[in-house]
Every structure is written in C-alpha cells, then in structure tokens.
C-alpha cells in the first residue's frame, strides 16, 4: 500500500480508502474485523456519515485504540447550525474521538441547500467554529451534482471534494478535477464501482488508479473483499486496449438506464422524490432488501403519485425514461417488503 498527501489538508492516507456503506448491514464483530484486517493491510482512511447508521459506531469501536493512526472523514446532511452541531456531537461520540479529521457537508447538490448552509442560522458558520474550537481538522464537502460542485470548490470555503468517479462517471475529471488541483484541494473518489452497478473491481481500479491522486473510498463487506482491492494495489496498473474496450462496453450498456444522482430532474411537481427511488436497487445491493425498505420507505412511498407528465424527463441529460424506471423500482420495494412482512 503507497500513502498519499490529501491536498492542501496535509493529511497522509492510504491510497485508496474504506467506505462506510456496506458494514451497516453486518454484525458489529464482523464489522470490526473487517475494520481491522483493512488497517492490517495498510488502510488508513475510513470514510462514514451521520446518515449512515450505525457505520460510525462500528468504526469508533475498531479503532478506538488507535485513533491517532486513522484518518477519520464523517459528514452531516443538515443544513442549519443545530442540527449540524447536534450531529457533530453525535459523531465524536459514535466514533469514540473527541476530533473529527475531515467534516463534511453531505450531498450539497441544489443551490437552496447552499443559500441555507451559508445563511445566518447555517451549518458553516457553525462548523468553522467547531474548527476553531479543535473538534474538526478540516472541513471538506460532497456532491452529485457537477455545476454545483465547480461552484462550491471555487468559493475556497473547503479542503476537500467528494464527487462520484468512475468510468462510467467520469465527466468531472474535466473542469472539476482540473480546478480542485489548481486550488490544491484533497480529491476524494466516491461509488468507484458507480454506487455498485460495476461488479468488475479489477476493471474498476484499473481505471482509478490512472488518477493517484484520487483517494477511492470502495465499501468492503467481507475480508475477502478487503483482500481482492488490496490486492490489486500491489499490482502496477496496465490499461490495455482491450480494458478500454470493455469500459466502453459497460459505458453503452449502462449509459442507457444509470442514474447519476445529479438531482436535475427534480423538483418533481407531484412530489416525487425521484433520485432516492431511482436508484433504489442499487441500495439493495450494497445494504440487503431488509435494510434497504427502512432506509429509502419515505422516498419510495411517494413514486405512487408519479403522474407520467414526463416534466423529469425533458430535465434529465441522460434522458433517462424515469417513470418507467420508478414502477418497476416500486414493484421491487413492494415485493421486498411484502417479503419481510
Ligand atoms: S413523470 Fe412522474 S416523477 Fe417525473 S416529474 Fe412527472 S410526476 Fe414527477
Ligand atoms: S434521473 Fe436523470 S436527472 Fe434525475 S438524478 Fe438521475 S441522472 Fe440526474
């Protein structure tokens, strides 16, 4: 394992990191030792948020002895002073640390969630402080949502950015990748394997690791999965052309029906919360049909009042056939939780 520089922070993590999804699903023993096998074999950059339940408990307890050998990165999705010091709070608690090593704002991706988080009751103010009173190292942010995301790094308000890469997502290393560089932010890879829907890791890696300065935060559920990615970092990295063909291959096929998350479709005018339904068998794969019915029942509730007036359609760049895409998510939720009575 090579450790790298996350930008401007100063901070040394592994090079490629452990994101904090899949370990939700797991029992807590599980999880720690799947924790500590990753530090083992040389992971030093643990990824969580507050939204991810229990995830920063079991990562508070795996490391709790040694916290100063970790890099810890959590986030909040509040907007508003309260509630980001009231998760704050919860997260120094839930992870057995009294600092926090990167604190981010969690899915920044529509301009009244900046108006808010930048307001005078807002989440910034209050973090900056909490920076200022040693409870966070350095604040970063995440998004999905490109033109957002070039907007929120250009303001110089954050350390770190946090956006979806991977080969089938890889439109920001254009103007995105370009400006955080010049501004020395610290590069943070989310989803490399698109959020699940890529199942060929080696091909994943192959792609990301042409970007070293890119820290991918893959989700591991199991020590065998931690092995196969540390694995393929001991390897040197050959692209061959046939690898290249094959990433325009997934590319076509998935390009057709994959939700990037960027949120461009919304707000739906009967109140569908459509990015949380379209990509709900997704969820399914990385948290299990039990999990996943709790976690995304109040979005998915609300794809019944689609009225297929296409309004989503006209907006989305990928021209995704969104309410098709919605019932049949619908029909899966139903069936996952008629499944689990
Ligand atoms: S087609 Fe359905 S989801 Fe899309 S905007 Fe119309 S009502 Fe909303
Ligand atoms: S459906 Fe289209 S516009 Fe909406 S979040 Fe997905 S990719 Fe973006």
Same mark, same amino acid.
């Given at each position: 394992m090579k450790y790298r520089i996350?930008?401007?922070?100063?901070?040394?993590?592994?090079?490629?990191? /452990?994101?904090?999804?899949? &370990?939700?699903?797991?029992?807590?023993?599980? %999880?720690?030792?799947?924790?500590?096998?990753? /530090?083992?074999?040389g992971i030093t950059f643990?990824?969580?948020?507050?939204?991810?339940?229990?995830?920063?408990?079991? &990562? $508070?307890?795996? +490391?709790?002895?040694?916290?100063?050998?970790?890099?810890?990165?959590?986030?909040? $999705?509040?907007?508003?002073?309260? $509630?980001?010091?009231?998760?704050l709070e919860n997260s120094l608690k839930m992870l057995q640390t009294d600092y926090i090593d990167l604190y981010q704002l969690h899915q920044v991706s529509r301009e009244q969630?900046?108006?808010? @988080?930048? $307001?005078?009751?807002?989440? @910034?103010?209050?973090?900056?402080?909490?920076?200022e009173a040693g409870k966070i190292r350095y604040i970063g942010i995440t998004s999905h949502s490109l033109p957002m995301a070039v907007k929120l790094i250009k303001t110089d308000l954050f350390d770190t950015i946090q956006f979806p890469f991977n080969f089938i997502e890889d439109e920001p290393?254009?103007?995105?990748?370009?400006?955080?560089?010049?501004?020395n932010l610290g590069l943070?890879?989310?989803?490399? +394997?698109?959020?699940?829907?890529?199942?060929?890791?080696? @091909? %994943? +890696?192959?792609?990301?690791?042409?970007?070293?300065?890119?820290i991918p935060i893959p989700g591991y559920d199991s020590i065998a999965s931690v092995d196969e990615v540390a694995a393929l970092y001991e390897q040197s990295n050959v692209v061959t052309e046939e690898d290249i063909g094959l990433m325009d291959k997934y590319r076509n096929e998935l390009g057709k029906q994959f939700c990037r998350r960027c949120e461009y479709c919304q707000p739906c005018p009967n109140g569908v919360k459509i990015t949380p339904a379209m990509g709900y068998p997704i969820l399914v794969k990385r948290m299990s049909p039990?999990?996943?019915?709790? /976690?995304?029942?109040a979005a998915m509730e609300t794809v019944p009042q689609c009225t297929d007036c296409k309004t989503c359609i006209e907006r989305c760049p990928y021209e995704l056939p969104i309410p098709e895409i919605l019932k049949n998510n619908y029909d899966l939720f139903e069936q996952h939780r008629k499944s689990i009575g």
């Open positions: 996350l930008g401007r922070t100063g901070l040394e993590v592994s090079e490629v990191g /452990f994101g904090g999804i899949p &370990i939700l699903r797991l029992p807590t023993d599980e %999880a720690v030792q799947i924790l500590r096998y990753s /530090f083992d074999k643990y990824d969580t948020a507050n939204a991810y339940r229990d995830s920063e408990c079991k &990562i $508070g307890k795996a +490391f709790s002895d040694i916290r100063h050998k970790v890099v810890i990165a959590t986030k909040t $999705g509040k907007r508003d002073a309260d $509630g980001a010091l009231e998760h969630d900046w108006q808010q @988080l930048t $307001g005078p009751e807002g989440a @910034l103010g209050a973090l900056v402080k909490a920076k290393k254009d103007e995105l990748h370009t400006t955080a560089r010049t501004m943070i890879a989310m989803k490399p +394997f698109a959020g699940g829907a890529l199942a060929n890791a080696s @091909l %994943a +890696f192959k792609f990301l690791r042409q970007y070293p300065d890119f039990q999990i996943s019915v709790n /976690f995304a029942k």
